[in-house]
């Protein structure tokens, strides 16, 4: 490597003579040019010769000081503020010592003062404006054909990282800016670096149009989410496809790796639309109860669960305990550990949650401080009829043996995964969760030894059978966007911020708690496809959006909190306490007893003891009008 770098030594170092055989031109220019100032062109003689031979000390001074101050470490293509001020401290600091050398030695003929005032002026003018120009020269050389040649594109914000992004774009040729918009008054109708910024953002329809730009560069990385969504709402509208600059947070999550990866710039995602912005946890507290400590996560595998385990690597802990009974889920996980967090010490278990045996094992072996139960079967339908004795034993069951487990090995924490779906329940799913909170709660009163707390939230984007990557395989397919009603609405939040709120609340919890996340404001699942279809770069005229109808067991709105339920603040402003109904003991006893039993019910049977012991579950009826298949524009009902 050495050697291949030396076969460079001959070019850093003719570059390095010429520039500061420049420099040391310029001192003498400078100075020369200083003295005729002085005498208004007309030196006379013996000033003339006195001016010269001082230059035979003034050369190699000013030539000592610039090597010293580090002037030819930069490249003047790439000149800037920290090179200017190289050069002022240069300048600065040989002025200095050739005033104090006029000062102390006398000549028949000494320097004017005012040669030693101009002198420095004419100097860093020189030095810095040939530096300038150079620049500028190159980048147009190098950079103006291809900018010229990019694709046309709107740059939203006029900030210091829009000034960033702008010199970024000129060397990739890639994009060329046409315009800019900024929503600050101040700055319409002013350039920056000879780009014009035309107006509000709020007008990008209008200049997207006049300026021929089918593309927005986003370079607001401080902005709220709610800007950012606004701003995207604005792309959306006029048809323009955005482009991203990393938030504040994901370039610090990127520091290390190149400045030029982090600034690059990344598609909108479904996050951006939300307009959540970030979730600030209580990190010491966190890191008191996960710091040094063993961490047991069922379900490891799963979305909610994965993203656990990664949040939780965060707090440094001594070990994470994967519990996961899908073998590939539990492999590519710790193939991302190995690669992600090589530090943490990551305990694969392939297991059942419903296998007492193995848990009580598991527990004995690794001894966690803290369980967090995410396995479970969450998918509606699926669960709904041939599969309802699944989602019966795996959650109602596998959570009670869990717990129990927990609770004989005197676990401090446990903190259960649940769902917004078990709230009025319509469906199994939902009614095997709620149960499985009544589990929670009935073992809570077991014991003082483990607080049990259950957690409560929406759906989260981009988890397994979600409808975010079911949308977008659609939508590489081109379509139709299948929808089951023009009217069905959801919350939803990211899985970063559902699993940092879990954390939180864990942190929180004292042992009977449901604790229910702020999810933010409903959204319609049909305007969501639409903004997926656009942001693809399609329309909707491309790619159709069609209504199936609802499925079994879904419901139009889903709730987080029951009819007979009241809910207490806490001091985090995005999680409350559910105040739910009291668990009977008698009531679960009795469920755990029917599930154990050595028989499999009917889905009739099932759903007909869940009405009995769940009482606000009322199981899905099918509406006898049901939209069966629309475009995005009309739904029709079918006769």
Known sequence: MRSYLNRFAPVRTSRSLLVSGFDLAAVAVCWCSAYALRFNFAVPEDFIRSGLWSLLWVLPLHGAMFRAFGLYKGM?????????????????????????????????????????????????????????????????????????????????????????????????????????LDDNPTKHGREMMGLRVHGRIDELEHWARELKAQHAIVAMPSASAEARKRILAQCLKAGVHALMVPTLGEMMHADRRRASDRWAFREVCM?????????AIDCPNIDGMLGGRSVLVTGAGGSIGSELCRQIALFRPAQIIAYEANEYALYRLVEEFARRFPEVALVPVAGDVRDALWLDETFARYTPALVFHAAAYKHVPLMEDDNAWQAMTNNVLGTWRVAKAAAAHKVPK????????????????????????????????????????????????????????????????????????????????????????????????????????????????ANLARDMIRLSGASEEDIRVEFTGL???????????????????????????????????????????????????????????????????????RPALQVVTATSKTPRAAS
């Open 551 to 621: 499925r079994p067991g879904e419901k139009l709105y889903e709730e987080l909190l029951a009819d007979a339920e009241q809910s207490l603040p806490t001091h985090h402003a995005k999680l409350r306490i559910a105040q739910a109904r009291v668990a009977d003991a008698a009531v679960v006893e009795e469920v755990l007893a029917w599930v154990r039993a050595a028989r499999v019910p009917s889905p009739t049977e099932i759903k007909r003891e869940l009405r009995r012991w769940v009482p606000e579950y009322a199981p899905y009826q």
């Open 76 to 180: 003047w293509v790439f000149a800037s503020l920290p090179d200017l001020s190289r050069i002022v401290r240069a300048v600065g600091a040989s002025t200095a010592l050739v005033i104090a050398i006029a000062m102390f030695v006398h000549a028949s003929t000494p320097i004017p003062r005012s040669v030693l005032v101009a002198f420095p002026v004419f100097l860093l003018v020189m030095m810095g404006g040939a530096r300038a120009m150079y620049r500028a020269w190159r980048e147009h050389h190098l950079y103006g054909a291809l900018a010229a040649a990019g694709r046309p594109a709107l740059l939203i914000g006029a900030g210091e990282a829009g000034v960033t992004v702008m010199r970024q774009l000129r060397r990739t040729g890639e994009w060329r800016l046409v315009g800019i």
């Open 414 to 525: 446990f903190v259960m995964i649940s769902t917004d779906k078990a709230v009025n329940p319509t469906n199994v799913m939902g009614a095997s969760k709620r149960l499985a909170e009544m589990v929670c709660q009935t073992v809570q009163t077991e014991t003082t030894a483990t607080a049990f707390c259950s957690v409560r939230f929406g759906n989260v984007l981009g988890s397994t059978g979600s409808v975010v990557p079911k949308f977008q395989e659609q939508i590489a397919a081109g379509g139709p966007v299948t929808v089951t009603h023009p009217e069905i609405t959801r919350y939803f939040m990211s899985i970063p911020e559902a699993s940092q709120l879990v954390l939180q609340a864990a942190s929180m919890g004292k042992g009977g708690e449901i604790f229910v996340l702020d999810m933010g404001e409903p959204v319609k699942i």
């Open 271 to 279: 996050e951006d639309l939300l307009g959540r912005d970030s979730v």
